[in-house]
């Protein structure tokens, strides 16, 4: 007896498609203990993520299926020459605002957020800062489990690097 094999029919959509390179700059963190659930991100945005409508698009669709995961998540964004604030358009994604970045959202920010379960009902909880050029970074909450947080340390960090890489 002779097995026929499943061909599926012609697609009825097809069209060749250049799928954006995206610059990553991102550290993860793992919780071990749960099965290695991403648990922490730290998304560094380049100058890439913010260049062209797409590219925008499929960061902040990024951002958003993290927080799907509810994961905990930061955005530095240091981009001077792109004037767009990524964080803003992952908030209307989810319909929302935030009021301390009006009436003009920054051009250069850091920002942490997480999920929280309070009252039966998740809440979606940010830490914004504007940044200006020539001061110090902020200090964020890095949240690893609802009750465990760890200072995100960007001055301390962005200091080392420099150290590290010799620049003055």
């Not at 007896?1 to 793992?30: I, L």
């Not at 409508?53 to 930061?74: D, G, I, T, W, Y």
Request: aromatic share 8%; glycine share 2%.
């Amino acid at each position: 007896m002779a097995t026929a094999v499943w061909a599926p029919p012609r697609p009825t959509f097809d069209v060749a498609v250049e799928m954006p390179d995206q610059d990553e700059y991102e550290v993860r963190v793992y919780d071990t203990q749960r099965h290695r659930r991403l648990v922490a991100a730290v998304e560094i945005i380049s100058p890439a993520n913010k260049d062209r409508p797409e590219h925008r698009r499929a960061f902040v669709a990024k951002c958003a299926a993290l927080l799907q995961q509810r994961v905990s998540a930061a955005l530095v964004d240091l981009v001077t020459t792109r004037r767009f604030n990524l964080y803003v358009d992952l908030l209307e994604q989810l319909g929302q605002t935030d009021p301390s970045l009006a009436p003009e959202p920054p051009v250069v920010y850091a920002a942490a957020r997480r999920w929280a379960l309070e009252e039966d009902a998740w809440h979606l909880r940010a830490w914004t800062h504007s940044l200006k050029i020539g001061q110090p970074l902020p200090l964020l909450p890095l949240w690893l489990a609802d009750e465990l947080a760890l200072p995100l340390e960007l001055e301390a960090t962005y200091e080392e690097t420099c150290r590290i890489l010799r620049i003055p």
